[in-house]
Structures are given as C-alpha cells and as structure tokens.
C-alpha cells in the first residue's frame, strides 16, 4: 500500500485482557519497527525487525509484550495481561534498509486499558 | 534517564515570523539526528535530518542547525505558516541509518494569524 497501515485505530481492553496490534507495511520495506508513546511524551523503542528477524527486543517492557513479522511482511505486536500502565499509543514504522531519511510511520493504535 | 531533551513543551509565534525550536541530547555517541511533526491523531512525519559531520542542513523553510560541542540542535522554520503548526519532535541515533531512534518529549507549536 501507499502507507503503513495499523489496524485497529482504537482499542478498548479490560485490564487482564489479551490484545493483538497489527501493521501493514510499505511493501517493499525491509524494516519495521514498533514505538510505544505515552500521553505527552515521545515515541518509545519497543522492537525492530529486518525482514522476518527480530533483531533489537531491547525496548520491550515486559515479558507480557511480544511482537512477531513470521512472514517478513505484517507483523503483531501482541500484549498478554494488559495493565493500565500499557494505555499508550503504539506505533509502527518501517524504512527500506538504511534508510537514512527517516521512517516512515502509520497513524498508530490507541490502547487504552480499563 | 532522558537522552534527548525538549525543554520547551509549548511555542506560539506569529504567522510569518521565524520559528526556532531546541533540542538537547547527552549521549556523545549519538551522531545522526531528525526532526519529525506530528498533527493529532496521525503518525510522525519526517521533516529533516543532519548528520554530525555536518553544523548545518536547509530544505526549503526548514533548516537544522548542529552545534555538537554544546550538544544542541535547533530548526529554524522560516516564514512560519499555519500549516506548520503541529508537535514537533526531535530524534537521535548512534549511527545513520541505524535503526533504533530516541525521541524528545516533543514541543507543540502554534502559529497565530
């Protein structure tokens, strides 16, 4: 598609709840990226793939959040437990390699745990 | 611990004016820095980038200037329009192209008729 693509927009969970964020990247692009940002700050590392290789987990919080790109394409960042501190918005980003001019972002998921 | 630093949460400045934006960083090994916007309910877009070898990078309205003894970066935007209010953040990396940004906490930026 002509951009990154993340489904769904918003999302509602009851805390203890699964949830599963998707993206859709820029076809081509062999990076991609998750970002978490929480209300009035900057975007966070969370994760980075090269192609289906998840190379750099270091920003993950938790061993509640795990992400996965099976196919080198879509990915799922994926939440178990969620806690109202996971109330962010989640983005992903993708970039062919080395792309020095910057990212390319999608419009982000809104999770918000209650 | 906040690598990237924007002191300035909020700026107003009037239409056709020159706006300057500041970011600080504390990592001496960071030596490839961005500049995103971002409007309400979209994702950052990239505006501009400058590498350390370099003080100074100019697209258009916008120009980054880079003063790494101070550990300082700063966008000129020059007239300011309407359009460019939004939340701007600045960004850093250890290496162009690498692929793991820090971001500052953003400045919101108002441009009044």
């Known amino acids: 598609g002509a951009g990154v693509s993340q489904s769904p927009r918003y999302k509602v969970a009851k805390r203890g709840q699964d949830v599963a964020l998707r993206c859709d990247p820029i076809s081509g692009h062999v990076s991609l990226f998750w970002y978490q940002q929480a209300l009035g700050q900057g975007p966070e590392f969370l994760t980075y793939?090269?192609?289906?290789?998840?190379?750099?987990k270091s920003g993950l919080p938790s061993d509640r959040f795990f992400a996965e790109r099976p196919e080198g394409s879509v990915s799922t960042l994926k939440i178990q437990r969620t806690q109202q501190e996971d109330s962010a918005v989640y983005l992903c980003?993708?970039?062919?390699?080395?792309?020095?001019?910057?990212?390319?972002f999608g419009s982000g998921t809104r999770l918000t745990v209650v | 611990d906040q690598q990237v630093k924007q002191n300035s949460p909020s700026l107003s400045v009037q239409e056709g004016r020159i706006s300057i934006l500041n970011c600080d960083y504390t990592n001496s090994m960071f030596d490839y820095f961005l500049w995103y916007k971002k409007y309400p309910a979209e994702g950052p877009t990239f505006l501009i980038s400058?590498?350390?070898?370099?003080d100074k990078n100019e697209d258009g309205r916008f120009t980054v200037f880079l003063n790494k003894s101070a550990k300082h970066l700063s966008l000129h935007i020059v007239p300011s329009q309407p359009g460019d209010s939004a939340v701007y953040f600045c960004a850093a990396s250890e290496l162009q192209g690498a692929q793991k940004l820090v971001f500052g906490q953003g400045t919101r930026l108002t441009i009044n008729p």
């Open positions: 793939f090269q192609n289906e290789a998840q190379l750099d």
């Open positions: 400058i590498s350390s070898i370099k």
């Open positions: 980003a993708s970039s062919l390699a080395r792309a020095g001019g910057g990212y390319t």
